[in-house]
């Protein structure tokens, strides 16, 4: 049940016990909740969730530690409650982090009942603390084994954060080619203009704090598994006990005449992105590609840019992913802002005049005036510098592992973007998928292995975009989807699409239907079947909507 505030009761303000470092509240009767339902409720003007599961009453914060969404509107399983905006899972008995993108957990109150009447307390000092960090070991001097972590992303970061958390006590080293301490990559095609210092998931005095070295601008250049080195850009060598690869991918360039032009633009970095949206003021922006990304920046700047063409190599946006029906959807969308579509079509050339864009020339013959030239057509995978290493790829050029982030090598694990790995609800199929929230279940199921705590990744993946303000989530893995239902209309902007293959629901997507895709993630993780006649049924209720 997702829950909202119970009407405001007559009770005593306070509780007789209460002491000078405690506020403590009636918030509700002992009959108001039943197992396995949740509510918001108010103490001293702060917004707690209160549940009952497994006949036990807890109380944690109310605000998702991602994006502080309110989790009361969640979808609540066993001792679970998944946040319904972007799949973040707490222990609503401990207020501990379960499932990613949020890194922090959630503050815990008591709960007392006396005279069927319900009471929360909140300690006074922590009251506006809306997150906590877990409790986290540092370094033990003596302890000389070292832990390796290549690249500086997601999966780095939280393989960096168990490792402390579970009390390793050895050496942690981060190296990453980036000059930025991790960030949170999902919002660089969302808000463009933003300050690096804003989107750090966290800054310099954590990593001290929890001897975590962090070494930026350093690139791998070799790695030597027999040996147990990896070499870096400066001619320096380290030695390594276990090491992560988790360097991710890069953008795809385009393989035509004058992409050397000025105002050819990728987005990597945050710098790339203000400089993609310094660009585009008041120009005629061209766009290649029509993954999430680059739809994403083309909502970006509607009303920024002068005018936005985009040019997709398919018929419809996320033709392959979302499939047609969303796809089209979301062209009309943006058509409706004035962006421009040429589907089904090839960039042949980019005409310039003073080493600048002018012209953009397609397959079909079309010449499209450009001052702007954004190419979003895919991803190369950084492993060049593992070629001379024993270390397994595939026909890609991806790491392939096993189901504990395990190469074929001892002691050498990959994660994040540049990992083939076999996902559980896919009957451990091989895939390869770039979601955030992966990234970083792959680093927590990394560090945990690297202790011999033998953990086999079960994340469903989750994923959302954001276009004109409306965001899409999306869980699961629709490959080879055969048919989709559909729930809710296009035209109210409401919808829940139920992808199907051999019978059963393997992904979903929705548009202001939450918090289904959640529940739909958590019955995956579950691996209770959701099946087709179950998807076309009239009765939602397993879908805990509000």
């Given amino acids: 049940m997702s829950g909202t505030k ?33 509510m918001e409720v108010e103490v001293g003007h702060h917004s707690v969730l209160l549940t009952r599961s497994e006949g036990k009453f807890s109380a944690i914060g109310n605000q998702c530690t991602h994006y502080g969404a309110p989790l009361s509107k969640g979808v609540i399983t066993g001792h679970t409650v998944r946040c319904p905006w972007h799949g973040s899972c707490f222990n609503v008995h401990t207020g501990d982090l379960e499932e990613y993108p949020g890194i922090d957990c959630l503050p815990c109150h008591k709960v007392k009942i006396q005279n069927s009447k319900v009471y929360v307390s909140v300690n006074k000092k922590t009251l506006r603390l809306e997150k906590r960090i877990k409790s ?8 000389t084994h070292t832990v390796l972590l290549l690249g500086g992303g997601a999966a780095s970061l939280i393989c960096a954060e168990i490792l402390r958390q ?11 080619r980036d000059d930025l301490l991790p960030y949170d990559k999902t919002r660089l095609s969302k808000v463009m203009n933003v300050e ?30 027999d040996k147990k080195t990896v070499t870096f850009d400066d001619g320096s060598v380290q030695c390594y006990d276990q090491l992560l690869i988790s360097t991710g991918c890069r953008a795809k360039g385009l393989d035509v005449p004058g992409m050397k032009l000025d105002n050819v633009k990728m987005l990597e970095t945050p710098e790339d992105a203000r400089q993609i949206h310094a660009a585009c003021l008041g120009c005629n922006v061209v766009l290649v590609g029509t993954s999430f990304v680059g739809m994403e920046i083309a909502s970006y700047l509607i009303g920024k840019a002068s005018s936005i063409t985009v040019i997709g190599s398919s018929e419809l946006p996320y033709q392959n992913t979302l499939g047609r029906e969303i796809g089209r959807f979301t062209m009309m969308m943006l058509s409706e802002k004035n962006v421009r579509f040429y589907m089904n079509d090839n ?18 013959g079309k010449v499209i005036p450009a001052d702007v030239l954004i190419v979003g057509i895919g991803i190369k ?13 595939d026909s890609k050029n991806f790491v392939l592992v096993d189901k504990y982030m395990r190469t074929n090598i001892p002691d050498v694990f990959c994660g994040g973007d540049l990992a083939t790995f076999p996902l559980a609800m896919a009957k451990n199929q091989l895939v390869n998928i770039g979601h955030w929230q992966m990234a970083q279940a792959h680093g927590r199921i990394a560090a945990l292995n690297m202790l011999d705590k ?24 629709g490959e080879g989807y055969t048919e989709i239902v559909m729930k809710g209309k296009f035209e109210d902007k409401k919808f829940l699409a139920l992808y199907i293959k051999d019978d059963e629901v393997i992904a979903a997507a929705s548009l202001n239907y939450d918090p289904a895709v959640s529940a739909v993630a958590e019955r995956l993780v579950s691996g209770k079947v959701i099946t087709k006649k179950e998807a076309e049924s009239d009765d939602l209720s397993w879908l805990q909507l509000s």
């Avoid at 009770?11 to 039943?34: I, K, R």
């Avoid at 579970?166 to 990453?176: K, L, P, Q, S, V």
């Avoid at 995978?381 to 790829?393: G, T």
């Fill in 347 to 364: 960039v042949t050339e980019v005409k310039g005049v003073g080493g600048k864009v002018k012209e953009v020339v397609l397959k079909s």
């Fill in 196 to 225: 690096s210092e804003s989107i750090l998931l966290r800054r310099m005095e954590f990593f001290h704090q929890y001897d975590i070295e962090v070494w930026l601008k350093k690139e791998a250049l070799s790695v030597d598994t």
């Fill in 454 to 477: 033998q953990t086999e990744l079960t994340s469903v993946p989750f994923y959302w975009t954001v276009l004109l303000s409306k965001t899409i989530r999306y869980a699961g893995y």
């Fill in 6 to 38: 119970p009407p405001r009761q007559e009770f005593p303000d306070s509780d007789p016990e209460d002491t000078s470092e405690e506020l403590t509240e009636v918030v509700c009767l002992e009959s108001d909740l039943q197992d396995g339902q949740m």
């Fill in 381 to 393: 995978p950084n492993s060049e510098f593992l070629r001379s290493s024993k270390i397994q790829m």
């Fill in 136 to 143: 986290m070991g540092t370094a033990v001097p003596g302890v």
């Fill in 166 to 176: 579970e009390n390793f006590g050895g050496r942690i080293i981060m190296a990453t």
